[in-house]
Structures are given as C-alpha cells and as structure tokens.
C-alpha cells in the first residue's frame, strides 16, 4: 500500500528556529548512525522512518560513512524515498557529512576541497536527491587550511546540492574561525553538530557561548550517552546491547559501576516527574531552549515514540535540576 503520512504529524512536535536563520528543526531529530545499514532488514528502517515522519520527526541525520558499510545508511535512505517519502520531500530535512575515512587513499579522508566534494556527489547519488538541506564538515582537519574546508561548504551551497552549512566537533576557537570566514564568503554557518547530554557537558565549557554570539543553532548528538542514559544497563549489560556486542562506539569498560550508580540516581528524578529516564534526558538537552534539536538514534519503533514523548514535560524546576546536578557528582 502506498504510504500516505499522518494528517496529525505536526500535532505531537515542537520546532524551533536554528540560530539566526530563518530554518526550524524538529525539537527531535532521528539519526541513522546506527541500524539502518546493509545489515539491518530494511522493512525495519523503513517502519521507523515513516512512523518518525508520522509523529512529526521531519530530520533525518546521516554521515557519508554511515553503515556498515559506509554509505548504506544512505542507500537505505534513499529506497525510503523512492517508494514512500518522495511526495513529502519538501517537508523533509535532509543532512549528510563527511569528514571521516570512506573510500582509500588520500582523498578519501578529513577535510580537503576533494575530498568533500567528491563525497557530497556520491551521497546524492546514494540517496537519490539533487541536495541535501545541510551538509557539514564532519570533524575539523589539522593538516587542511581550514579557508579550504569552508570554500568547500561555501562552494555545495552555490552549486544548488546544500542548501545550509554546518559543522561538527569544532572546538571554540575552530568554531569562531570557520563561522568568520562561511560568512566573508557569504554562507552563513547554520548549525554546530556536538556530543551533549547529562554525563558530556563539554559544550557549556566556552562553545555555547561562542554559538550564541555567531547565531549559530546547535544539534546535540548522543543525548542518551548511546543509550546509557536508559535503563538499558541499570542490571547489567546485555548480550545484544552496544556495548554486549564489544562495539567500538560504547565499550565494556566504559558502563563503569561509578556511572550505572550516577544514572541509577538520575532515574529517581526521571520518576518523580513522570518520566522515563530517556525522556528526562531529552527533555534536559532540550531545556532553556538551548538546543534546537536532540539528534537520536533508534533501533525499533517504540525508542521513537518514547522519546517524541519527552516533550510533554520540557520544564524543570529549580529543586529538579539541582537534584540532577547532584546525582552526578556523587
């Protein structure tokens, strides 16, 4: 059967402006690091994108190299479009990146004009549109001038295959620079991509100053801590989790006994406000309206729909947040 989208799709979402533009994102985003490779079924992925689409979800994150193998996430993307979202691509936002090793040799890595470029053609192709809505610069490069990583950007935008720049994992002082030379060259950086939740707060360490003072709007990757934010890990680690299958994204040795005691003190507060521990950690990135987006990920239908449920309680009280503050640092 055909899909055709939910007439209540944007009832459940909150949107918000990113930055000092005129573009809103989806208080939740989905990202396809993870579960939408060429070894997952692609009924599955297909399931999970439609129903996020349904419940308002309208960004879809994903990296040249994202799998296994790079670049079929993409592919998996881009079958979904081709059968059910292709009437709904203008309600969609579409991100890709690169900056990561994809293909061999020197030009398939970091953040030289080539190696962009070239990639950015290959992920259209992959997903089957003529641009995406934001492409970024993966990772900073320390061996490329970082005037040629943002002509780079600058150039995707003036050739009509982005539409926004961004970037991701820039430091404060990378940031200010990148953000300086996109607008001398009259591409404005959209968005910084960055590791943000209640065990990273690396980003309230000088860059969220520096994003609000560049207008720059912010996406937090990893909200959930890759899922130790959950109960997922409170009883120990399960065989077929993340870190059970000896993953290189979350390892054994970092579900800590310290750290399962800090998120087992953190779902206390998640209970008294009538939530699940993911969704006080959502609603807390999402809190004071300092990011405009939680990037998540997901392996089945329900972690969507829990998570879209954070947003029925995004405040926090004083008392809450100090409670919070205080379960970490014990």
Not at 59 to 77: I, K, Q, R, V
């Amino acid at each position: 059967m055909p899909f055709v989208a939910s007439h209540k799709r944007y009832e459940s979402m909150v949107y918000s402006r990113c930055g000092r533009s005129g573009l809103d994102l989806p208080a939740i985003s989905l990202g396809l690091w993870h579960n939408f490779g060429g070894m997952d079924r692609l009924e599955n992925c297909r399931a999970m994108l439609l129903r996020a689409f349904d419940l308002g979800v309208t960004h879809f994150d994903l990296a040249n190299n994202y799998g296994p193998p790079p670049g079929a996430a993409e592919e998996s993307l881009g079958r979904v479009l081709a059968g059910d979202l292709r009437p709904y691509r203008d309600e969609l936002i579409l991100s890709t990146k690169a900056g990561y090793h994809m293909w061999p040799g020197p030009y398939g890595d970091w953040g030289s004009r080539k190696y962009l470029l070239a990639s950015l053609d290959q992920s259209l192709r992959r997903m089957g549109v003529e641009y995406v809505d934001i492409f970024y610069s993966h990772r900073p490069d320390p061996r490329t001038p970082i005037e040629e990583t943002m002509s780079a950007l600058d150039r995707a935008v003036r050739a009509g295959k982005a539409l926004y720049a961004g970037i991701s994992s820039y430091d404060p002082e990378q940031t200010r620079r990148a953000a300086a030379i996109l607008r001398g060259l009259g591409t404005p950086c959209l968005i910084h991509q960055v590791n943000y939740s209640l065990l990273d707060r690396r980003l309230e360490q000088g860059l969220q100053a520096v994003l609000a003072e560049e207008g720059i709007g912010t996406i937090a990757f990893c909200p959930l801590s890759q899922g130790l934010l959950t109960n997922r890990y409170l009883e120990g680690i399960p065989n077929d989790s993340r870190a059970g299958r000896s993953g290189t994204f979350l390892r054994r040795e970092q579900v800590k006994p310290e750290v399962v005691a800090r998120v087992r003190r953190l779902q206390t507060v998640a209970t008294a406000r009538g939530q699940t521990l993911a969704q006080m950690s959502l609603a807390w990135v999402l809190r004071e309206g300092r990011v405009a987006s939680a990037l998540i990920g997901a392996s089945r239908l329900e972690q969507i729909e829990e998570n879209v449920g954070c947003l029925r309680n995004r405040d926090f009280s004083s008392a809450e947040l100090m409670a919070i503050d205080a379960a970490l640092a014990e």
